[in-house]
Antibody
């Protein structure tokens, strides 16, 4: 059974940092592109970042470029999102999700982890 | 950047057909995917590549895509279909993922 389990969310002050993790199981993690998607309270889905299968290529939404870093450890089947210089508008549930290199849709999602940026 | 436009809300009578649109410039040339999200839950893929249903998704869910509009159709709507629905594409010009703003479906 495919499972994606996020962790690392919590309350952080503006300007602070947080690292999210997404533990994957039930599939060959190293064969899939991985993404972070976020959803502010009461708002829609917003794509944040993606990383290719071997970690050699990444991409970011303009709103997080230069502040967030996506990475992965295929040996540990884990995806990461390092979030620095956090702002109130980064408050959201953060989901990890997977796509294959040949597809552009998310077939599995994690349950999400809440990040709250507030003083 | 590429933009997708969805109506904020759609209402449908129980047992009738709901249609949720997703507008975008020449969206018919792209693969469109649809997700269902119920309160407090993660999104679930219901249609991929315009009109394909993942395993476990009822045949009542179908999709089409042409010109500047993609459409998710839910036949014989049930109370359990009440949810937010999002369309999504891959913007090849930027290699980024784009979501529509989401549509709240209400079953009356």
């Amino acid at each position: 059974e495919v499972q994606l389990v996020e962790s690392g969310g919590g309350l952080v002050q503006p300007g602070g940092s947080l690292r999210l993790s997404c533990a994957a199981s039930g599939f060959t993690f190293s064969s899939y592109w991985m993404h972070w998607v976020r959803q502010a309270p009461g708002k829609g889905l917003v794509w944040v970042s993606r990383i290719n299968s071997d970690g050699s290529s990444t991409s970011y939404a303009d709103s997080v470029k230069g502040r967030f870093t996506i990475s992965r450890d295929n040996a540990k089947n884990t995806l990461y999102l390092q979030m620095n210089s956090l702002r109130a508008e980064d408050t959201a549930v953060y989901y990890c999700a997977r796509t294959t290199p040949s597809s552009s849709f998310f077939d599995y999602w994690g349950q999400g982890t809440l990040v709250t940026v507030s003083s | 950047s590429y933009e997708l436009t969805q109506p904020l809300s759609v209402s449908v009578a129980l047992g009738q057909t709901a249609r949720i649109t997703c507008g975008g410039n020449n969206i018919g040339s792209k693969n469109v995917h649809w997700y269902q999200q119920k309160p407090g839950q993660a999104p679930v893929l219901v249609i991929y590549r315009d009109s394909n249903r993942p395993s476990g998704i009822p045949e009542r869910f179908s999709g089409s895509n042409s010109g500047n509009t993609a459409t998710l159709t839910i036949s014989r709507a049930q109370a359990g279909d009440e949810a937010d629905y999002y369309c999504q594409v891959w913007d090849s010009s930027t290699s980024d993922v784009v979501f529509g703003g989401g549509t709240k479906l209400t079953v009356l």
